[in-house]
């Protein structure tokens, strides 16, 4: 089975990190070269990658801030990758993926058994839970894709918003596995065209022929019937199922809601740090980027871009949630959790 | 009161139509020559101009097919006219006004009074009735745009999708010479950006600074509280109530009604011979549309773009619907045409 080109765009690369530039593939193949954990998180910030990349990129960046500290004494070292932790946190707030990726680090190495160590010792160890948390991840993903793609009746026609990364590829390689074909469209998702780019790029590599639509037209499209399931990733889970994902996403879920057709969202797991939607930062980004498309101005001059990068959908719009456990109702997600 | 350029983009020159090309502006003001009726056609086809742009093509396209018949004898002249009309029916399906156009304009002249005139006085003849028609178009639409404005109370901010041409400029003409302030969110309308560009440059030459989204951020934006109503034009409505407009109209209209912002949508009078959804042809273009953006390739390699023009919003998403002759619910909005 081939492998798409962005389950793997993070690698190490002798003392860097190099991140595969999602703002630009598949138009180009472009690394960015990361030499410390801080451009690691200038390139998050930067959407140099985005869905899944950010995970990869911070277990990728917190192993370079422990090489940066191989040298120091205890203390210092795990003060440092401390640090390195906080900074990639603060790069975006919706996703939880970073967050949960350093805190399990920390946990690993420098705030559990290793909180003593000297430099040398906490960066082998850091770079040995940097793999494993990569690895569960896969392993989970897997684990949902098996679930959602048994929602998934053979010839069924899915309608997906954005780009849902590792769980598409999972729950693709699942029905694949099955036998069961399927068919696809695609938003194009503006400001970032991830679905025209990167969804459209991976189905390509995949084997399919999506149908590319623009966001506007997804009521149009679920009303004419042009899809059996429309499926989405989640940014984030809150334990009452509320579904915070790319910004577009809501409008899917009310067209579904409105013409009958199931909205499922994927996600490892609900965040246990988040019963509601009020506890999930929704990120604003710069409003510029509305008026441009790939570096393109597109807005007439003197207007004012708003740019809300997630929204939140609530959980009467969504007919399942998806998790590594299983199917879940919105309202019992939680439950994924025991 | 200064005039947006968009409200005056269709003139006769000389011996031939110019057209304001509305694939570009305002990036470029670029005039498409037509020096036949035949090339008007081709125009619309072309999405040289759009929204009530092509009302104006064909009022004009019409005086072009009588002057190119004022040395023929009656019978041929009038069949010259007929045919050009047709062909101009022909372009696009789904708004009626190049119909409604190429119908008043034969009325008053070949299936008229002039059947049996010589070419000169036909060719006469329709240059006043197509003078006639666009005056009328513009008196209708401040008609209309007086009891638009009545609905948008003082400092109400206004979520609008595509580009209302006449019908917005008309609101809101009336609304700054009733005192009223407003502020307006734009969608930007893939693929044309009508919204991006039409509509946010046209408010800004009248004086507004609007508020850019991207067509997947109606439903986050509204449950966010930007807008106080949401304003469209309609390319068709209905005798029961549909409206039909612009591809993204329908998830706006969802949006909504699901966050409890009012939508109105503006049409001169609805169409007498569409009872219902069914009797309007909903035009669908080329795919390709869609995976590019001002002529730049934005989708990936081996997709297959979709791209119904318009959408239908059902009478129970529409908040009323706003006629030359007044405010109507959807239900009632036949009553306009008494």
């Not at 003392?15 to 703002?23: K, S």
């Not at 897997?142 to 048994?150: I, K, Q, R, T």
Request: net charge negative; with cysteine; aromatic share 6%.
């Amino acid at each position: 089975m081939n492998t798409p080109a962005l389950a793997d765009s993070v690698r190490m690369a002798g003392d860097a990190v190099e991140i595969l530039d999602r703002r630009v593939y598949p138009f180009e193949v472009r690394w960015v070269r990361c030499a410390t954990s801080e451009e690691v998180a200038t390139a998050i910030e930067q959407m140099v990658t985005q869905s899944s990349g950010p995970l990869f990129a911070t277990t990728a960046g917190m192993t370079l801030a422990a090489r940066e500290g191989r040298h120091e004494p205890p203390g210092r070292a795990a003060a440092r990758l401390r640090a390195a932790g906080e900074r990639l946190i603060a790069t975006r707030p919706t996703n939880n993926h970073i967050r949960d990726a350093v805190h399990a680090i920390l946990a690993a190495t420098a705030d559990g058994p290793l909180a003593e160590a000297a430099g040398e010792e906490l960066a082998e160890a850091v770079a040995e839970a940097a793999a494993g948390h990569d690895a569960a991840y896969w392993a989970r993903s897997a684990a949902l894709g098996g679930h959602a793609a048994s929602l998934l009746p053979d010839g069924a026609r899915v309608l997906t918003h954005c780009w849902a990364d590792a769980y598409l590829i999972a729950t693709v390689r699942a029905a694949q596995e099955a036998g069961r074909r399927l068919s696809f469209v695609c938003t194009e998702t503006r400001p970032y065209l991830q679905g025209a780019r990167l969804t459209a790029a991976t189905l390509v590599e995949m084997g399919y022929t999506p149908t590319l639509i623009t966001d506007g037209m997804v009521a149009a499209a679920l009303a004419d019937g042009i899809a059996d399931v429309t499926l989405t990733a989640a940014d984030r889970v809150t334990l009452d199922g509320h579904v915070i994902n790319k910004v577009g996403t809501l409008g899917v879920a009310l067209a579904a809601s409105a013409f009958g057709v199931p909205y499922y969202a994927l996600v490892q797991a609900p965040d246990p740090l988040a019963p509601t939607a009020a506890d999930v930062v929704i990120e604003h980004r710069d409003g510029d980027e509305v008026l441009h498309v790939l570096g393109t101005r597109t807005a007439a001059p003197g207007v004012t871009g708003y740019y809300p990068a997630f929204d939140t959908t609530p959980p009467r719009l969504v007919t399942a949630i998806v998790t590594e456990n299983g199917v879940y109702q919105p309202g019992q997600v939680k439950e994924s959790l025991l």
